[in-house]
Protein backbone atom coordinates (compact mmCIF):
# COMPACT_ATOMS: atom_id res chain seq x y z
CA UNK A 1 0.00 0.00 0.00
CA UNK A 2 1.45 3.23 -1.31
CA UNK A 3 1.19 6.99 0.61
CA UNK A 4 -0.83 8.28 -1.86
CA UNK A 5 -3.77 5.88 -0.10
CA UNK A 6 -3.30 7.55 2.86
CA UNK A 7 -3.15 10.87 1.54
CA UNK A 8 -6.19 10.26 -0.67
CA UNK A 9 -8.13 9.20 3.04
CA UNK A 10 -6.70 12.17 4.94
CA UNK A 11 -7.58 14.59 2.71
CA UNK A 12 -11.41 13.34 3.27
CA UNK A 13 -11.02 14.00 7.09
CA UNK A 14 -11.82 17.23 6.61
CA UNK A 15 -2.13 28.18 -3.46
CA UNK A 16 -0.27 27.14 -6.04
CA UNK A 17 2.94 27.44 -4.66
CA UNK A 18 5.80 29.72 -5.48
CA UNK A 19 9.47 28.76 -5.42
CA UNK A 20 9.50 26.54 -2.01
CA UNK A 21 13.41 25.59 -1.95
CA UNK A 22 14.61 28.55 -0.84
CA UNK A 23 18.27 29.67 0.22
CA UNK A 24 18.71 27.58 3.48
CA UNK A 25 15.35 25.60 3.80
CA UNK A 26 12.42 23.93 1.79
CA UNK A 27 9.51 26.36 2.41
CA UNK A 28 5.70 25.39 1.71
CA UNK A 29 3.74 28.23 0.45
CA UNK A 30 1.62 28.33 3.43
CA UNK A 31 4.98 29.28 5.45
CA UNK A 32 3.76 27.79 8.16
CA UNK A 33 7.09 25.06 8.90
CA UNK A 34 10.63 24.57 6.98
CA UNK A 35 13.09 22.32 6.43
CA UNK A 36 16.22 23.03 6.91
CA UNK A 37 18.94 21.68 4.18
CA UNK A 38 21.42 19.16 4.97
CA UNK A 39 24.73 20.98 6.91
CA UNK A 40 27.03 21.81 3.56
CA UNK A 41 24.18 21.50 1.11
CA UNK A 42 22.56 24.61 0.81
CA UNK A 43 23.87 24.82 -2.63
CA UNK A 44 22.32 22.16 -3.89
CA UNK A 45 19.13 22.80 -1.64
CA UNK A 46 19.20 18.75 -0.52
CA UNK A 47 16.96 17.83 2.01
CA UNK A 48 18.06 14.63 2.06
CA UNK A 49 21.29 12.83 1.78
CA UNK A 50 22.19 11.44 -1.94
CA UNK A 51 20.16 8.70 -3.04
CA UNK A 52 17.02 9.85 -2.12
CA UNK A 53 15.41 12.05 -5.84
CA UNK A 54 13.02 14.27 -5.51
CA UNK A 55 9.36 13.18 -7.09
CA UNK A 56 6.86 16.30 -7.01
CA UNK A 57 9.51 19.62 -7.78
CA UNK A 58 10.73 19.83 -11.37
CA UNK A 59 14.51 20.42 -11.23
CA UNK A 60 17.15 22.51 -13.00
CA UNK A 61 20.24 21.28 -15.24
CA UNK A 62 22.04 20.40 -12.02
CA UNK A 63 19.10 18.55 -10.20
CA UNK A 64 18.20 21.01 -7.77
CA UNK A 65 14.74 20.89 -7.54
CA UNK A 66 12.94 24.11 -8.22
CA UNK A 67 9.23 24.46 -9.09
CA UNK A 68 6.50 21.88 -7.84
CA UNK A 69 4.15 20.53 -10.41
CA UNK A 70 1.09 21.47 -10.49
CA UNK A 71 -1.05 19.25 -13.31
CA UNK A 72 -4.39 18.62 -12.09
CA UNK A 73 -3.55 15.13 -10.51
CA UNK A 74 -0.91 17.15 -7.98
CA UNK A 75 -3.36 19.55 -6.14
CA UNK A 76 -6.40 18.09 -3.70
CA UNK A 77 -9.50 20.15 -3.65
CA UNK A 78 -10.63 21.44 -0.51
CA UNK A 79 -13.57 22.73 1.37
CA UNK A 80 -13.85 22.96 5.30
CA UNK A 81 -16.51 23.83 7.08
CA UNK A 82 -14.42 26.38 9.57
CA UNK A 83 -17.08 27.32 12.65
CA UNK A 84 -19.00 23.91 12.86
CA UNK A 85 -22.42 25.06 10.92
CA UNK A 86 -22.21 22.38 8.87
CA UNK A 87 -21.73 25.07 5.77
CA UNK A 88 -18.69 24.88 3.62
CA UNK A 89 -16.97 28.22 4.52
CA UNK A 90 -13.59 27.95 2.47
CA UNK A 91 -12.49 26.22 -0.79
CA UNK A 92 -10.30 25.41 -2.40
CA UNK A 93 -6.61 23.31 -3.93
CA UNK A 94 -3.40 22.28 -1.66
CA UNK A 95 -1.00 20.25 -2.94
CA UNK A 96 -0.97 16.58 -2.74
CA UNK A 97 2.63 16.42 -1.27
CA UNK A 98 5.16 19.28 0.03
CA UNK A 99 7.59 16.92 -0.02
CA UNK A 100 7.76 13.46 -1.51
CA UNK A 101 10.89 11.78 -1.99
CA UNK A 102 11.82 8.04 -3.19
CA UNK A 103 15.44 6.30 -2.87
CA UNK A 104 17.28 4.96 -5.96
CA UNK A 105 18.29 1.56 -4.54
CA UNK A 106 14.96 0.56 -3.23
CA UNK A 107 12.40 2.14 -3.72
CA UNK A 108 11.87 3.54 0.01
CA UNK A 109 9.85 6.60 0.09
CA UNK A 110 9.79 9.80 2.37
CA UNK A 111 6.83 12.57 2.27
CA UNK A 112 5.70 15.41 4.02
CA UNK A 113 2.24 16.65 3.40
CA UNK A 114 -0.46 19.91 4.64
CA UNK A 115 -3.54 18.36 5.77
CA UNK A 116 -6.37 21.46 6.28
CA UNK A 117 -9.29 20.01 8.70
CA UNK A 118 -12.86 21.21 9.14
CA UNK A 119 -13.21 22.34 13.12
CA UNK A 120 -14.62 19.71 14.56
CA UNK A 121 -11.50 17.32 13.27
CA UNK A 122 -8.91 20.09 14.23
CA UNK A 123 -10.51 19.52 18.07
CA UNK A 124 -9.31 15.61 18.24
CA UNK A 125 -6.11 14.83 19.71
CA UNK A 126 -3.26 13.77 17.13
CA UNK A 127 -3.55 10.18 18.70
CA UNK A 128 -6.79 10.41 17.83
CA UNK A 129 -6.56 11.63 14.69
CA UNK A 130 -3.50 8.74 13.97
CA UNK A 131 -5.76 6.00 14.88
CA UNK A 132 -8.95 7.62 12.85
CA UNK A 133 -6.22 7.38 9.67
CA UNK A 134 -5.33 3.78 10.46
CA UNK A 135 -8.45 2.48 10.98
CA UNK A 136 -10.24 4.47 8.41
CA UNK A 137 -7.34 3.29 5.73
CA UNK A 138 -6.83 -0.49 6.94
CA UNK A 139 -9.67 -1.27 9.31
CA UNK A 140 -8.73 -4.71 10.98
CA UNK A 141 -7.48 -5.63 7.28
CA UNK A 142 -7.67 -5.15 3.69
CA UNK A 143 -8.29 -7.19 0.60
CA UNK A 144 -6.35 -5.58 -2.51
CA UNK A 145 -7.24 -7.08 -5.98
CA UNK A 146 -4.68 -7.74 -9.23
CA UNK A 147 -6.54 -8.76 -12.08
CA UNK A 148 -8.61 -11.62 -10.92
CA UNK A 149 -6.68 -12.26 -7.73
CA UNK A 150 -7.05 -11.28 -4.49
CA UNK A 151 -4.85 -10.65 -1.55
CA UNK A 152 -5.81 -10.29 1.93
CA UNK A 153 -3.04 -7.56 3.90
CA UNK A 154 -3.05 -7.09 7.78
CA UNK A 155 -1.74 -4.23 9.72
CA UNK A 156 -0.31 -3.95 13.08
CA UNK A 157 1.25 -1.31 15.23
CA UNK A 158 4.75 -1.90 15.81
CA UNK A 159 5.10 1.95 18.17
CA UNK A 160 3.59 4.79 19.11
CA UNK A 161 4.63 7.84 21.44
CA UNK A 162 3.42 11.04 21.44
CA UNK A 163 6.60 13.76 20.78
CA UNK A 164 7.32 17.32 19.81
CA UNK A 165 8.51 18.03 16.23
CA UNK A 166 10.01 21.83 15.30
CA UNK A 167 8.82 22.82 18.41
CA UNK A 168 5.06 21.49 18.17
CA UNK A 169 2.55 19.01 19.97
CA UNK A 170 3.33 15.61 17.37
CA UNK A 171 2.59 12.06 17.52
CA UNK A 172 4.54 9.02 15.65
CA UNK A 173 3.33 5.65 14.85
CA UNK A 174 4.91 2.94 13.13
CA UNK A 175 2.87 0.40 11.75
CA UNK A 176 3.65 -2.64 9.79
CA UNK A 177 1.56 -4.23 6.71
CA UNK A 178 1.64 -7.53 5.60
CA UNK A 179 0.20 -10.00 3.29
CA UNK A 180 -1.88 -12.54 5.20
CA UNK A 181 -1.34 -16.15 3.55
CA UNK A 182 -3.83 -18.75 3.58
CA UNK A 183 -3.13 -21.54 6.37
CA UNK A 184 0.24 -19.59 6.94
CA UNK A 185 -0.64 -16.88 8.76
CA UNK A 186 0.52 -13.41 8.60
CA UNK A 187 4.28 -12.78 6.63
CA UNK A 188 5.15 -10.24 9.18
CA UNK A 189 8.59 -8.68 8.20
CA UNK A 190 7.86 -8.92 4.70
CA UNK A 191 5.67 -6.73 3.93
CA UNK A 192 5.61 -2.89 4.04
CA UNK A 193 6.65 -0.94 7.61
CA UNK A 194 5.46 2.73 7.82
CA UNK A 195 6.53 5.53 10.52
CA UNK A 196 3.81 8.27 10.48
CA UNK A 197 4.37 11.54 12.21
CA UNK A 198 1.67 14.11 12.70
CA UNK A 199 2.75 17.58 13.77
CA UNK A 200 0.01 19.92 14.51
CA UNK A 201 1.05 23.52 13.83
CA UNK A 202 -0.54 26.94 15.83
CA UNK A 203 -1.21 28.63 12.69
CA UNK A 204 -4.07 27.79 10.23
CA UNK A 205 -4.66 27.37 6.61
CA UNK A 206 -6.79 29.63 3.65
CA UNK A 207 -6.19 29.04 0.37
CA UNK A 208 -3.89 30.95 -1.83
CA UNK A 209 -2.46 32.69 1.26
CA UNK A 210 0.48 32.49 4.25
CA UNK A 211 -0.72 30.78 6.80
CA UNK A 212 -2.04 32.94 10.18
CA UNK A 213 -4.46 33.18 13.20
CA UNK A 214 -7.56 32.99 10.53
CA UNK A 215 -8.98 30.03 8.60
CA UNK A 216 -8.92 26.07 9.02
CA UNK A 217 -7.16 24.01 11.51
CA UNK A 218 -4.21 22.07 9.69
CA UNK A 219 -1.92 19.53 10.17
CA UNK A 220 1.47 18.37 8.93
CA UNK A 221 1.89 15.09 8.21
CA UNK A 222 5.15 12.88 7.65
CA UNK A 223 5.88 9.68 6.03
CA UNK A 224 8.89 7.02 6.17
CA UNK A 225 7.53 4.13 4.25
CA UNK A 226 10.03 1.23 3.32
CA UNK A 227 10.01 -2.86 2.75
CA UNK A 228 10.45 -4.02 6.22
CA UNK A 229 13.09 -6.02 5.18
CA UNK A 230 15.06 -2.20 4.40
CA UNK A 231 13.54 -0.98 7.03
CA UNK A 232 16.07 0.10 9.14
CA UNK A 233 18.57 1.22 6.36
CA UNK A 234 16.92 5.09 5.89
CA UNK A 235 15.29 5.66 8.94
CA UNK A 236 18.15 7.84 10.89
CA UNK A 237 17.96 9.81 7.17
CA UNK A 238 13.88 10.66 8.30
CA UNK A 239 14.59 11.29 11.77
CA UNK A 240 17.69 13.52 10.50
CA UNK A 241 14.70 15.30 8.84
CA UNK A 242 12.60 15.89 11.37
CA UNK A 243 15.73 17.34 13.27
CA UNK A 244 15.63 20.01 11.02
CA UNK A 245 11.86 20.92 10.54
CA UNK A 246 10.79 24.08 12.41
CA UNK A 247 7.06 24.77 13.26
CA UNK A 248 6.48 28.96 12.44
CA UNK A 249 4.71 29.96 15.69
CA UNK A 250 1.71 32.21 15.77
Keep these: MRLVVIVVLALTLGC ?56 RE ?38 AMTLPVDARIGR ?29 YELRVVDESEAEVGGAPAYVVTFELAQSLPGRGTAWGRGTTTTMVLVRPPLRWKPDARASEDGAPMLVVLFYESRSESYALHRADFDAMLDRLDVRAE
Design 74 to 111: DRIRIALDVDGDREVDLRGTTPRYDLRYEHDEDGAEIA
Design 16 to 71: VASETYRGHAFVPAPRHYRVRYVAGEDDARRILPEGWRVRDHRVDGDGRPTRPFDA
Design 124 to 152: RSLATLAHGLLDGVFGEGFVAFRGDRARA
